[in-house]
């Protein structure tokens, strides 16, 4: 496992370093390895389960100019079951209104689409229409979709919204 201090030798000035896992939160010293990212990076993104957010919510408090991805994969059970983390929606939602109580700015949600949990998709989303009973954190402001495609047509309906990818062999 590295060090913070291996990451001293990255290139200064880059737009963008991405922090992610496995589960970054894990880690014991991901307070120096921010310190040390921001310095050699004009943006610095966390991608997290969201499931600490004690940890998360003291990082934008001492480096108030991070950016967050919270991977959310469903609904409620929907997102404990695919990800295997019993509370797991729970916590990361008390996470995304905490860190938008605090004033985070660069806050999304990043999610991985498969059949499994396509019905889904614009309620994670926020459907545009911010905080509601599905969504209270109203976290639509950046939704990133990975879609997983098994072989063949896929279509993914979603209220009024149809998404198709042509079929794969």
Not at 38 to 57: C, D, F, M, Y
Not at 99 to 127: C, E, H, K, Q, Y
Request: positive net charge.
């Amino acid at each position: 496992e590295f060090k913070p201090h291996h990451l001293l030798s990255l290139p200064n000035d880059q737009r963008l370093i991405v922090i992610s896992g496995g589960e970054p939160t894990l880690r014991k010293d991901l307070d120096e390895i921010v310190y040390v990212l921001r310095k050699k990076a004009r943006r610095v993104q966390i991608v997290s389960n969201g499931t600490q957010p004690e940890i998360l919510v003291g990082l934008a408090r001492r480096f108030g100019d991070l950016s967050f991805r919270l991977s959310i994969d469903g609904i409620g059970i929907m997102n404990d079951e695919i990800r295997g983390l019993k509370g797991g929606f729970a916590r990361c939602i008390d996470t995304i209104q905490r860190l938008r109580t605090l004033g985070v700015r660069d806050l999304g949600i990043s999610m991985t689409v498969w059949d499994r949990n396509a019905t889904d998709l614009l309620p994670v989303g926020g459907g545009g229409h911010g905080p509601s009973a599905e969504n209270p954190a109203g976290a639509f402001l950046d939704v990133a979709l990975f879609i997983r495609v098994k072989p063949g047509p896929v279509e993914i309906r979603a209220r009024n919204m149809l998404f198709a990818a042509g079929a794969g062999n």
